[in-house]
């Protein structure tokens, strides 16, 4: 059921993101405006909404027959004017550049009703990056959702009302959708930003030779149950996806190296199109990748030291999310939980392991360079100051 706060929400770039919040909202009984600047990519959503509903039917998300009322609600626009005259809430998804979301939300801003709440669905940029390019600063928000899994973040900035965060939450109930509120903002959220550590260790492993990607992704899927590892999760976001993550991400210097050698082992499968799922080759040859067939995972020898390396690259980052009080380890553990499918989260496989050996390895990644010196010692002054943490969760 849709609540009585919102009833027209306008979703403001009509990318894989737009048309999948979108086609979702719909579906919930919402009214839906999907405005794009560019009117050939408007003219593909009805084909992509269709594959997005067919998506969410097959994943039990909504019966068949909900889907052609569904439709009827979306209008799509090409005239911003146009497509905020009547928002209650508008989630924008455009290109993740400062400087094009600054100037979105000013528009946005000037546009909209005044009771309108503005959200923004980025994955790279903080809110505080964000709102000062609005005057409503009480009604600006991050909507941060995740493809294909019900977890979305809410992050408040710092004049963000609690009022806002409340219809927010409730916004995100009403279509569905698990609903994580983080304390202050942090890069990657919760869930990225365990994840994208892990994909980055994945590929680490494969750039300096320790193993192959389907050796990695063995281990992964040995170790915990998995349906698929790391570069089977990569195929699925799309290696563009991956590749553009580390070509436009934020000077480190800690990675800088890694991130020229990741870019020299993804370029060659840009140039081929081979950009996973989506084209049929990435990592892996679709629709029958070898990691979902039979036998794949007792294939290879033990690979105890790449399971143990990343698996310290998740729960070393989920540490470093909890030592920021970002969240606590519980909502940690369900975001990885929710947005993974996988059974146990960070802080339960932390107990499971123990501290005593989870420190040792640490220093192992660190003096392989994998983990850097600083954050493990965060890592570990958290540890200190939560004892009984470990044995506390799972």
């Known amino acids: 059921m849709t609540i009585e706060e919102i009833q027209t929400v306008c979703f403001v770039g009509a990318g894989t993101m737009g048309c999948y919040n979108s086609i979702a909202a719909a579906i919930s009984g919402y009214n839906v405006v999907l405005y794009d600047v560019d009117e050939a990519t408007l003219a593909q959503v009805p084909e992509r909404h269709a594959e997005m509903a067919a998506f969410l039917v097959g994943g039990g998300y909504c019966p068949e027959e909900a889907v052609p009322p569904a439709l009827e609600r979306v209008s799509l626009v090409s005239d911003l004017r146009a497509a905020t005259a009547n928002a209650d809430l508008v989630s924008e998804s455009v290109f993740e550049r400062l400087d094009i979301k600054r100037a979105t939300h000013r528009q946005l801003d000037e546009l909209c009703p005044s009771h309108t709440i503005l959200t923004t669905n980025s994955s790279a940029l903080l809110v505080s990056e964000i709102e000062t390019a609005v005057r409503r600063g009480d009604r600006f928000a991050a909507l941060h959702s995740h493809l294909g899994a019900p977890l979305v973040d809410i992050v408040g900035g710092t004049g963000t009302s609690a009022a806002t965060i409340d ?153 470093l999310v909890a030592a920021h009080e970002v969240a606590e380890p519980d909502d940690i553990d369900r975001a990885w939980m929710t947005g993974t499918y996988l059974d146990a989260g960070p802080f339960t496989i932390l107990a499971r392991m123990g501290v005593a050996r989870f420190l040792p390895i640490l220093a ?31």
């Open 167 to 319: 219809v927010l939450r409730r916004y995100v109930v009403s279509t569905g959708g698990v609903p994580l509120i983080l304390k202050k903002e942090y890069p990657g959220y919760v869930l990225n930003a365990m994840l994208g550590p892990l994909l980055g260790c994945a590929l680490a492993l494969v750039t300096e030779g320790v193993a192959a990607p389907e050796d990695v992704d063995r281990a992964w899927m040995s170790g915990l149950s998995a349906p698929m590892g790391p570069f089977g999760m990569m195929d699925l976001f799309g290696v563009n996806v991956i590749y553009d993550s580390w070509q436009y991400r934020k000077e480190d210097p800690s990675s800088a190296s890694l991130r020229q050698k990741v870019l020299a082992l993804l370029q060659p499968m840009i140039d081929n199109g081979e950009l996973g799922m989506k084209s049929g080759r990435g990592f892996y040859q679709y629709p029958d990748p070898r990691y979902g067939q039979p036998g794949f995972v007792e294939q290879a020898e033990s690979q105890e030291p790449v399971y143990q390396a990343l698996l310290v690259a998740l729960v070393g980052n989920a540490l």
């Open 364 to 394: 192992e990644e660190v003096a392989a360079g994998r983990f850097s010196a600083d954050r493990a010692e965060r890592v570990a002054a958290y540890l200190r100051r939560h004892p009984d943490l470990a044995a506390a969760t799972g």
